[in-house]
């Protein structure tokens, strides 16, 4: 059996490095452009000066730390939650969020899953890791990406949520886990309501093997939350499993333009 893990795990490590290898050769050879705006002017990491401005200006917006909504200026952040947080609040103890999911983290995020950017990943995952660091309330034990089912996996041949969490969990020195997994396959969110987001989701993560995060505080990594209906499922079976703690981490919170239109006038 340990035999056979080994195996998995070299094997995981050679294919991990040739898409690295593919990914430099993209870098390589196509126009260097802005991932988010498209500008041919790019200082570094595949963003222009400006759109690297503007993402670090979307970092400092305050947001709520239970459910990653933005929030109004000089309004107090609270551990309760905020006027937008779901009636129950989510199993999760907190969220690390980048910002919301609008230029140009949209673009950046959208670089990052199609066309598997490392210098994108690399931005995205210091700048997260960062965020956790400062805003982390426990000493966390170990990241554990939301998993792709093996049949959407198959067909986008990447795992953006896993390649995230590997960049987060090498920037804070913790062991990916690869505890939780994907038992049954569901359609895309994105155009679900909450209720059927919910119900979508219900019975669709499982564990492998829950001996290894007994007791443990779980950093959950993905790339974008709405609901936060997908993260509650993954965090239900986490804590079920042994998990002591979840904290959810993500590079952007979907929301209304006008939740964060006061702070940029």
């Excluded at 947001?63 to 929030?71: E, K, L, P, S």
């Amino acid at each position: 059996m340990s035999r056979m893990r080994d195996i998995r795990q070299f094997a995981r490590g050679v294919l991990h490095a040739a898409k690295l290898c593919a990914a430099g050769l993209d870098d390589l050879f196509l126009p260097a452009v802005c991932g988010a705006c498209g500008s041919t002017e790019v200082a570094s990491d595949c963003l222009c000066g400006q759109c690297a401005v503007a993402l670090l200006s979307m970092v400092s917006l305050p947001y709520c730390v239970r459910c990653g909504a933005t929030i109004g200026p000089n309004i107090p952040i609270s551990q309760d939650g905020c006027s937008v947080c779901p009636t129950t609040l989510p199993r999760f103890e907190s969220v690390v969020r980048l910002g919301p999911y609008a230029q140009p983290i949209r673009g950046a995020i959208h670089e990052l899953k199609y066309r598997k950017r490392e210098a994108m990943l690399r931005r995205l995952g210091q700048l997260l890791a960062e965020a956790v660091s400062a805003r982390a309330s426990c000493t966390l034990d170990v990241a554990v990406p939301v998993p792709m089912h093996w049949r959407r996996r198959l067909v986008k041949g990447y795992d953006h949520a896993r390649a995230i969490g590997r960049q987060i969990a090498r920037e804070l020195h913790l062991p990916l886990g690869d505890e939780l997994i994907r038992v049954r396959y569901t359609p895309p969110q994105v155009r679900l309501p909450r209720t059927k987001r919910i119900e979508n989701v219900r019975g669709a993560f499982g564990m492998r093997s829950p001996v290894a995060i007994q007791g443990a505080h779980v950093l959950l990594v993905d790339d974008v939350t709405t609901t936060g209906a997908t993260a509650n499922e993954a965090t239900r079976v986490l804590l079920a499993g042994g998990a002591s703690k979840v904290i959810l981490a993500v590079v952007a919170k979907a929301e209304p333009p006008r939740a964060y239109a006061t702070h940029w006038g």
